[in-house]
């Protein structure tokens, strides 16, 4: 596609339930990220992926969240047992390499836990 | 600890008033320093990429440069639609993709 790609753009969900969100990088970007933003924050990072693998996780708060890129291509981030804590928008981006190529980012799903 | 932080907040300006604003990083092995402009209600969109000290990059009314420690967006006679929030986010060497981002600085313009 033209753009990255993230769906639902908006989430509202009650607590303690299980939610999914997606994200549809350019095509042909190896390099997926998973950022969290909060009002008047900038965006912290979650998770790494170079092609399908998981680079770096370190970013993800705790083991209710997960993410997978089965294909290395399209990306899922996995919320468990959500808490009115986790209501952030959820950013995608993606970049054609490693380090020092610019990042396009998606235009978020913002999640409302009620 | 790795950091990013942008100054002012927020910073009003008359149109046609040029001004900076300023990104100042603690990050070991700097692998690049990125500018994003972030609409309300949008995703960040890329502006700039700086590699090393003395790097200068240009875009329309805009143009970065970079220091051993910090990095200066200066902004020659805005116009309205240049008002946004603009972060600021570094890459480190050792971290391979992840960007640390600073908070922001919101910019408005008014006629």
């Known amino acids: 596609g033209a753009g990255v790609s993230q769906t639902p753009s908006n989430k509202v969900t009650e607590k303690g339930k299980y939610v999914e969100l997606r994200c549809d990088p350019i095509?042909?970007?190896?390099?997926l990220y998973w950022y969290r933003q909060s009002l008047g924050q900038g965006p912290e990072f979650l998770i790494y992926?170079?092609?399908?693998?998981?680079?770096?996780d370190s970013g993800l708060p705790n083991d209710r969240f997960f993410a997978v890129r089965p294909e290395g291509s399209v990306s899922t981030l996995k919320i468990q047992r959500t808490e009115r804590g986790d209501s952030a928008v959820y950013l995608c981006?993606?970049?054609?390499?490693?380090?020092?190529?610019?990042?396009?980012f998606g235009q978020g799903t913002r999640l409302t836990v009620v | 600890e790795d950091q990013v932080t942008q100054s002012p907040e927020a910073l009003r300006l008359q149109e046609g008033e040029s001004s900076s604003l300023n990104c100042s990083y603690t990050?070991?092995?700097?692998?690049?320093l990125f500018w994003y402009r972030q609409d309300p209600g949008k995703g960040p969109e890329f502006l700039f990429t700086?590699?090393?000290a003395g790097e200068e990059k240009e875009k329309e009314r805009l143009k970065a440069t970079l220091t051993k420690k910090e990095s200066f967006l200066h902004i020659t006679a805005p116009k309205p639609e240049d008002s946004a929030t603009y972060l600021c986010?570094?890459?480190?060497?050792?971290?391979?993709?992840?960007?640390?981002f600073g908070r922001g600085t919101q910019l408005t313009v008014w006629p």
């Open positions: 981006a993606s970049s054609s390499g490693s380090q020092g190529t610019e990042a396009f």
């Open positions: 095509s042909g970007h190896t390099a």
């Open positions: 992926f170079q092609g399908t693998g998981a680079a770096d």
């Open positions: 990050v070991s092995g700097l692998r690049g």
């Open positions: 700086l590699y090393s």
């Open positions: 986010a570094a890459a480190r060497g050792s971290t391979l993709g992840r960007l640390y």
